[in-house]
């Protein structure tokens, strides 16, 4: 899984330094993305989930290169959907679910504020928030007399949105509205497959991790031991830390592998741990600022590679430190122990390095 990073990003820049090449034509969009799911599944297949979704961060490099935004925004929904759609799934407000509300009612505001963003079309907005605003000022006046379940009524609005925007995108032969409408539609699919995914197709230490990460479960002696044991270690380095070897509380052995950061949360405090991170962003800047002056496609889709799998360690390891994310078992970048990532680091940002030092110079 670590020494596919490097391949995998040579292949994909190899590919995509093909005379000609356009990432927007569907074969070569989807031959790009048959590089990077390749290795994924493969790894998937070994039950490595976290050491597979590293190969997500690829796609920050595709958006560099002239992949549509909406793929990502795509991708941060789902994200948010089914966090707040499992956070807040057994909150009941008389007899609405919050969580689905919360997501129906997202999933408006967004289809309107694509109809804005994307087609410029304020009126059609408007009328949207207003029928919007409407119904469920009549569902409040009723619900004084009846209970109401205001996720059906949300749900609901989705539809009637999603079939306005099917006729306009008849009526003015306009595609955008199909497709807006497509991820409204897409959205709440996904908002009511969110039970079964998660139920039947993570493995049980994952649900585990998801519950204690979102505080629906609390499990300080199994699946929560090392995050809280990690949160204590990093508040009790205070400002400036115990000192260098001096920490009490990261004794445990996964402390030097994925949960090394709270080691330097506790022996250099929060001025060290905010230089750590400091250099790390410092070290992902140069690594842009050098893919953007190389003078071929290769050494530019190589190094932003190699600094989106950089950013997307750094900030998932530090997220599951910190408890932000679950835990899913991705080193810090040169700090956790572990032969095969620090060659795997190595040679990624090496080769870098090389492709840089043999450029052109301008």
Known sequence: AE??????????AKFMNGYGFKLTTVKNFSITLFLIFLP??????????????VYLAFFLMLYREGMTGYILLIGVCAVVFFVTGMKYSEVMVGITPLGELIVSCLVLLITMGLVGNVRKDYISVKIMLGGIASTFLIGYVVSLFVPVNFTWISIG????ASIYLFYLSIRNWVWHYALIALFALGSI?????VDYVFNDILEPHQQIRIKV??????????????????KIAIGSGGLSGKGFLNGTQTKLPEQDTDFIFCTVGEEQGFLGASAVLIVFGLFILRLIVLAERQD??????????????FFF??????????????????PLPFFSYGGSSLWGFTILLFIF????????ER
């Open 3 to 12: 020494l596919a990073k490097f391949a995998t990003a040579l292949a994909v």
């Open 40 to 53: 994924m599944v493969c790894i998937l297949l070994q039950k490595e989930t976290g050491s597979a979704l």
């Open 157 to 160: 609005l989705v539809g009637a």
């Open 189 to 193: 699919g996904f908002l009511f497959s």
């Open 213 to 230: 990460s979102l505080g629906l479960e609390d499990d300080p002696s199994g699946a929560g031991y090392n995050v809280n044991q990690s």
């Open 296 to 309: 071929n496609a290769f050494g530019r889709v190589y190094g932003y590679s190699v600094a989106s799998i």
């Open 313 to 330: 360690h750094l900030a998932i390891n530090v997220g599951m430190v910190t408890g932000l994310t679950p835990v899913i078992g991705i």
């Open 353 to 360: 390095l090389r492709l840089d030092a043999s450029r052109k």
